[in-house]
């Protein structure tokens, strides 16, 4: 005689539920969903609920302390991507583990071709990074986030900024802190005299 199926952890809800469930954990963080997946001690109707293209429309990332942590998410962006909203965390051990990668953004562009906001909030840019980004995007906030190793007596094309309407041109709005360091006067000009007509507001 074959012994009973052990009885499962979890009610047996409609995967509309479970989805509904999901959504509330993917709204705190969009790690939590990866780490669902990837688990194998995960339910079987957790792990395919969380593959849903619906919870990975807005893409949340809190307190980003290593590299790691973004690589996890990359496999689970797509063309159906809207929003990424990434924040660094203040107790990163070391100053390279704030360092967003040009090989992650790179990896945004190719993979979320209809992308419209991107929240990218108190990490740390090398100067090097050309902010490369899907041509959708409409929305770029920088609030709190850092440019590492830009030259203090700035020319224009060692601006971010530099050629930003030929890299995003349907940029409509950017957020920025008032109080960052890395700013000149070279910056703000080239954002307030792009053809785009930005919106530049400050938090």
């Known amino acids: 005689m074959r012994p009973p199926s052990p009885p499962s952890p979890l009610p047996p809800l409609p995967d509309s539920v479970w989805l509904n469930i ?3 954990v993917s709204a705190e963080s969009s790690l939590q969903l990866s780490d669902i997946i990837d688990s194998e001690a995960s339910p079987a109707v ?39 909203a990434i924040s660094g965390s203040k107790r990163r051990k070391r100053k390279s583990d704030g360092f ?3 090989s992650f953004l790179e990896s945004v562009r190719l993979r979320c071709t209809t ?26 906030s920088l609030v ?22 030929r890299r995003l041109p349907n940029l409509s709005a950017v957020r920025l802190s008032t109080s960052s360091k890395w700013m000149t006067k070279v910056d703000l000009s080239l954002l307030n005299k792009s053809p785009l007509r930005l919106r530049v507001t400050f938090d």
């Open 100 to 102: 967003l990668l040009d």
């Open 46 to 84: 957790l792990r395919r609920v969380a593959k849903d293209w619906r919870l990975w429309t807005n893409v949340t990332v809190v307190n980003v302390d290593n590299r790691a942590q973004l690589r996890r998410i990359i496999p689970r962006l797509g063309r159906r991507t809207e929003t990424i």
């Open 22 to 24: 999901l959504r509330l």
């Open 144 to 165: 709190g986030t850092e440019f590492d190793g830009l030259p203090k007596t700035r020319c224009v094309t060692a601006s971010p900024f530099y050629n930003l309407h």
């Open 115 to 140: 992308l419209r906001s991107v929240r990218l909030e108190g990490l740390l840019i090398d100067a090097h990074c050309s902010l490369a980004l899907p041509k959708s995007v409409h929305h770029l």
